[in-house]
């Protein structure tokens, strides 16, 4: 199993490489979140930091070595990009949080694929974590041979890290990635941190949902102000979110009315926040503040040995000055089981 760090073809409509779908604004996580911080943050090292700050920043992120292995897709077209966006569900930095060591590895919570058109469109795909799909063949840690199988896809980066992860999805989509970045749970609590956390307003609701703790033992009472799951305690009208509550506030899912899709509202609305925040002058014009954020970054990103700080700084310029009609949002789509469908989630 691997330890954490302290084909079935998209239909064309889907495909981010031909024919562009409806915008939507479905499957946005909180890793965007992260990453509108850190364009503002590159952006701020880039142009008044200096070149020693800059190649500081530079090589002390984390970077891992991806192995690809062989019977790849066709490269992207010229000017193209594809970027697997990673949001990891590690506690690695939490402490006793959030299950702490209990949660052995780390799964990938949220995973968004990138593709940057050369004509200046973007398109992000969100793959549901509890989609089904075939893990290819790999080695485990003691470098025993295991066979291609199918699985949830958020355990692809648990048995076999990034490498096996970026296997799954060029598999299963027919698209080259050509860059990796991740962050965790801990690097997200750290960019609210280092931004001075975030306003977000919220409605009243009278939902109440009941539902069985981990263990199965009792009931537990969720609304969208109180929700023992994902520790958020809130109240009606607006709330100033830290780190760690924001970070309850995106991963709430129960007491909230529309599920996961109320959820992805929420996400979105957070997101928009944290870009307001980040791009403030009271955030960018500030020594002390610029110098949290970029230290914040710099430990919550984990990028692949070949993206360079320059290809980051693409990114994120892609992001900042992006035309929101060139912007879309897009799900893999998913149905649910039968009862005489063997656990396979069609894709």
């Known amino acids: 199993m691997y330890t954490a760090p302290s084909r079935t073809?998209?239909?064309?409509?889907?495909?981010?490489?031909?024919?562009?779908?409806?915008?939507?604004l479905r499957g946005l996580k909180k890793l965007l979140a992260l990453l509108t911080v850190t364009l503002s943050v590159l952006i701020v090292v880039g142009s008044t930091s200096g070149y020693v700050v800059v190649r500081w920043f530079n090589g002390s992120i984390a970077r891992i070595q991806l192995n690809f292995g062989d019977n790849r897709p066709a490269e992207a077209e010229k000017g193209e990009q594809n970027w697997v966006l990673a949001g990891t569900d590690s506690r690695a930095g939490t402490g006793s949080e959030y299950g702490g060591n209990a949660v052995e590895g780390e799964r990938s919570?949220?995973?968004?694929?990138?593709?940057?058109?050369?004509?200046?469109?973007?398109?992000?795909?969100?793959?549901?974590?509890d989609a089904l799909v075939t893990i290819p063949a790999y080695d485990d840690p003691q470098g025993r041979p295991q066979p291609a199988h199918q699985d949830k896809f958020n355990s692809a980066i648990m048995l076999g890290g990034p490498s096996l992860l970026v296997r799954t999805i060029e598999g299963l989509t027919g698209i080259r990635v050509d860059h990796y970045v991740s962050v965790d749970l801990a690097g997200f609590k750290r960019i609210t941190d280092a931004i001075g956390g975030v306003d977000v307003c919220i409605k009243p609701s009278s939902l109440v949902e009941s539902t069985f703790n981990d263990a199965g033992t009792e009931r537990v009472r969720s609304t969208n102000l109180n929700d023992p799951f994902s520790q958020f305690r809130g109240v009606v009208g607006t709330n100033h979110l830290d780190g760690d509550q924001a970070l309850a506030f995106v991963r709430q899912r129960h007491g909230l009315e529309g599920g996961d899709t109320a959820r992805i509202q929420r996400q979105q609305q957070f997101l928009g926040q944290v870009f307001r925040s980040a791009s403030s002058t009271g955030v960018l014009l500030n020594p002390a503040r610029v110098t949290s954020l970029i230290a914040a970054v710099r430990d919550a990103l984990t990028l692949d040995s070949e993206t360079s700080l320059n290809d980051l700084e693409k990114l994120a310029g892609r992001f900042r000055g992006l035309d929101a009609?060139?912007?879309?949002?897009?799900?893999?789509?998913?149905?649910?089981?039968?009862?005489?469908?063997?656990?396979?989630?069609?894709?």
């Open 109 to 129: 919570d949220t995973t968004i694929l990138a593709h940057l058109d050369a004509d200046g469109t973007t398109t992000l795909m969100s793959i549901p974590r």
């Open 325 to 347: 009609t060139k912007l879309r949002f897009e799900t893999v789509p998913t149905r649910d089981f039968t009862e005489n469908d063997p656990g396979a989630v069609t894709i």
């Open 9 to 24: 073809v998209l239909p064309p409509e889907l495909d981010p490489r031909i024919g562009r779908g409806a915008p939507h």
